[in-house]
């Protein structure tokens, strides 16, 4: 089966030199082509000499250093992401820490996990747009779904043998490569410990370091765990700014590698401790589901009336069913529900 998950990276170098005048295309052809030879290779030598140059006019590994994508990220997800600071604190820190590392022991292997709309996806998204400008669509960022590129069981070894070129081609071209994993707990058993290898403490495999690499898997299982926890915060009259990683990073570890439904099922890349971060995603609550819409509106160029706030987020529907503190669906609807009254 031919491997369709994305662009293999591309070689070459493409030189815009001048728009050629009048007077120069009257030259004679072959004085003229030696001509534009001789200053392609000047060009190209300059552009060599100076790295910075020429990653300003395309896409080099790793955009941009570490402080700067820290920051980045950092201001992102405090515009953009709400009700959820243990995943602000972890991520800001890891990530930011990892780049600034010139000589890490092992890639960053972060795991996410939460109900659908508590913004997995849009976190791993705004990773990915801190390192790299082109963000998702980069050439250095690679994104998997699992019911997408891994649909069939019965393939399996082959997906493992394509997984592991992939990973192993991409990481070669860019040893700062970025990896998404969307789906997990929907990934059949056993497929991700193909990529075992690649995230361990490994200085080289066949002459290739995967330490630099940052590796990130979505997943919805666990959510289960991180609510009735929350839950028990909130019922025991607790803020939900006071619970902390340590409140629920274990306990989600361990659902998830007993979850026979979900792709770390017994995997070795939780037994041998090979994840960095287990990062849980609180249930929205009713507030957040307005600072959702808020954020909507105002980035489609409208100003926030709070009665169509009010009216979209009362639309939602939210769990238990006596406390209705939760949004089942987190912020996805949000989109889709304010299109209604714009």
Not at 45 to 73: D, H, K, N, W
Not at 118 to 135: D, L, M, P, R
Not at 161 to 176: F, H, I, P, S
Request: hydrophobic residues 40%; proline residues 4%; glycine residues 6%.
């Amino acid at each position: 089966m031919q491997m369709l998950w994305g662009r293999a990276p591309m070689w070459g170098l493409v030189l815009v030199l001048c728009q050629l005048s009048p007077a120069a295309r009257a030259v004679e052809p072959i004085s003229l082509g030696l001509a534009l030879a001789g200053a392609a290779a000047s060009a190209l030598t300059g552009f060599i000499s100076y790295p910075r140059l020429y990653c300003y006019f395309t896409e080099c590994c790793l955009q941009r250093p570490g402080a700067r994508a820290g920051a980045v990220l950092e201001e992102e997800l405090d515009k953009k992401l709400f009700g959820q600071h243990l995943v602000k604190k972890v991520v800001v820190k890891a990530v930011t820490g990892f780049l600034n590392n010139a000589n890490p022991k092992k890639p960053l292997t972060l795991s996410l996990h939460g109900w659908t709309g508590t913004g997995k996806n849009f976190v791993s998204k705004i990773i990915a747009e801190s390192i790299y400008e082109g963000g998702l669509n980069s050439k250095y960022v690679h994104n998997f779904v699992s019911t997408l590129h891994f649909p069939h069981r019965q393939n399996i070894t082959q997906y493992k043998d394509q997984l592991q070129m992939w990973v192993r081609g991409n990481v070669t071209a860019c040893a700062r490569s970025i990896f998404i994993f969307d789906e997990m707990d929907k990934m059949h058993a056993g497929l991700i410990d193909s990529i075992k290898p690649f995230l361990d403490y490994y200085e080289q495999l066949d002459g290739v370091s995967y330490r630099k690499a940052i590796f990130i898997f979505l997943s919805n299982a666990g959510a289960e765990k991180i609510t009735e926890v929350a839950l028990d915060f909130w019922r025991s009259g607790k803020r939900r700014e006071d619970l902390g990683l340590r409140d629920l990073e274990s306990s989600v570890s361990v659902s998830v590698f007993n979850n026979k439904n979900s792709g770390f099922w017994h995997s070795s890349l939780i037994d041998r401790n090979l994840i960095d971060y287990f990062i849980p995603f609180l249930p929205l609550e009713y507030k957040h589901v307005k600072m959702c819409i808020r954020v909507e509106l105002e980035s489609r160029g409208y100003e926030i009336d709070e009665e169509i706030v009010t009216q979209v987020a009362d639309e939602m529907t939210y769990f238990p069913k006596e406390e209705r503190i939760y949004s089942d669906k987190g912020c996805k609807t949000v989109y889709t529900k304010l299109d209604f009254y714009l």
